[in-house]
């Protein structure tokens, strides 16, 4: 999905906050995230990583 969003540059230093404090609290969780993503390569990575970012987004803002 390609969709379109605003998001200011808080914001995302909250998103990045929270992906990383959930990975700290969840390892093994977040692994499993990250397995997925190995078969990524760096031009791709970010496309794939994205959609979990929107949500980590919706869901902090009560949306999700």
């Not at 605003?6 to 230093?13: F, K, R, V």
């Not at 499993?32 to 803002?61: D, Q, R, W």
Request: aromatic share 10%.
């Amino acid at each position: 999905m390609d969709e379109k969003i605003e998001i200011t540059q808080e914001q995302l230093a909250k998103v990045f906050t929270e992906w990383e404090r959930r990975y700290r609290e969840e390892p093994e969780a977040s692994q499993s995230e990250a397995e997925k993503l190995l078969h990524e390569t760096p031009e791709t990575y970010g496309e794939a990583c994205a959609p979990y970012f929107v949500f980590i987004l919706k869901e902090m803002n009560g949306v999700a």
